[in-house]
């Protein structure tokens, strides 16, 4: 019975060792590259060997404190990279986390040069107006305005300031783009739209807009656009429908830039996997890949993605198997009031009704905008 007993003890022991042990390679030699879910899969636990991901992360961190390090004064001057649009469809959030690059400079809020007054306060405003950077450091500044923004050649005026800048479009299901700009008005201090439901502020602004795009063919030049925007601007609620027409917006930028100074990503993707569009950023612009597609993890309450804060020593990866408060606070989140279209669709009374109405409506202009940019979207 003893020796039994004995047996029994060793046996526990051993398994609590083993435990340990898979739990330490995991968790102290582990990439911070490796998701939550895969924690959870022992699967995985035979894959990893000891110091292969420790060593790993080492040279991350080294990566991240070498390209860090202060370099040669840093000045005004023009951007390097601007961030044209499109309202509601993932900008800031992508800025939000660009801002932690230890190359990339952005400044506070939207600028808005080129769509206000003060373009006319000269270049030398402008560049002050932006952060200081030094000559490894990419200057970017973001006013998804300027997409939709008149005068039509307000692209050629850009390249006229700025011949080399990069442009970064974020284009996103226009029906739920639609929903969110009204999400955003309900919770505003200003909010002009009252309480009225989603079929209410559709009912009253939606078609007007369906009548002024009747009369134009996907062929019309720029200029009948233009007339029938100008119409619309007149009425942020309406125009915020005729926002997600982007074949007719778009058309006008292409003719300036050339590809390669433009990178369109579907903003969709951003809410699914971020650090998957993090990284075409990052090529695009050819800066170190310092945030990987699996750098992100959900937060437990919002079930939005967070970026880890793996560069930082003192981030105790440990602390994923159980959340709480003070590894929560540890995340680098984008701004509570992101994801508002998800997380307050029903609050507003959501009407598929309408949802359908819109998708049929933007149906031949998505197609249009397929056709232009070679590529198609799931929406």
Not at 272 to 298: A, C, H, M, R
Request: net charge positive; hydrophobic share 35%.
């Amino acid at each position: 019975m003893y020796k039994a007993a004995r047996k029994i003890v060793l046996a526990a022991g051993l398994l609590v060792i083993s435990i340990y042990s898979v739990y330490n390679v995991c968790f102290i030699n582990r990439l911070p590259a490796e998701r939550y879910e895969e924690i959870k899969n022992s699967k995985n636990f035979k894959k990893l060997k000891q110091g292969d991901t420790a060593s790993d992360l080492e040279k991350r961190r080294k990566m991240w404190k070498k390209i860090v390090e202060p370099s040669e004064s840093e000045k005004h001057r023009l951007p390097d990279v601007i961030g044209i649009g499109v309202r509601k469809c993932g900008t800031g959030p992508l800025l939000h986390f660009l801002r932690m690059h230890p190359l990339i400079r952005i400044g506070k809020g939207e600028m808005h040069y080129y769509d206000t007054a003060d373009v006319e306060k000269g270049i030398e405003f402008y560049k002050n107006a932006l952060p200081t950077a030094s000559d490894n450091q990419l200057i970017m500044e973001k006013t998804p305005a300027y997409f939709t923004t008149l005068p039509d050649n307000l692209p050629d005026i850009i390249k006229r300031d700025s011949p080399h800048v990069k442009l970064i479009l974020l284009l996103c299901n226009p029906v739920n783009r639609a929903f969110s700009d009204y999400a955003q008005r309900r919770t505003r201090r200003d909010n002009k739209t009252g309480n009225s439901t989603f079929k209410e502020y559709f009912d009253k602004y939606f078609y007007p807009v369906q009548k002024q795009f009747s009369t134009l063919s996907m062929e019309d030049d720029d200029a009948a656009v233009t007339d029938v925007i100008k119409t619309l601007r007149k009425d942020k609620p309406k125009f915020s429908f005729a926002y997600g027409i982007y074949a007719y917006f778009i058309r006008r930028w292409l003719k300036v830039f050339p590809p390669e100074n433009f990178l369109i990503l579907n903003g969709e993707d951003f809410l699914t996997d971020p650090g998957s569009v993090l990284e075409k950023v990052q090529e695009y612009l050819n800066v170190p890949k310092v945030f990987l597609k699996n750098d992100f993890i959900k937060h437990p309450k919002t079930g939005l993605f967070c970026l880890r804060p793996w560069w930082n020593e003192t981030y105790n990866f440990r602390s994923e198997l159980i959340p709480h408060s003070s590894w929560e606070n540890q995340l680098y989140c984008a701004e509570n009031t992101k994801g508002r279209t998800r997380s307050i669709i029903k609050k507003y009374d959501f009407d598929v009704g309408s949802f359908e109405k819109l998708k049929k409506f933007y149906d031949p202009y998505n197609r249009y905008l397929y056709n232009i940019l070679g590529k198609t979207f799931d929406w």
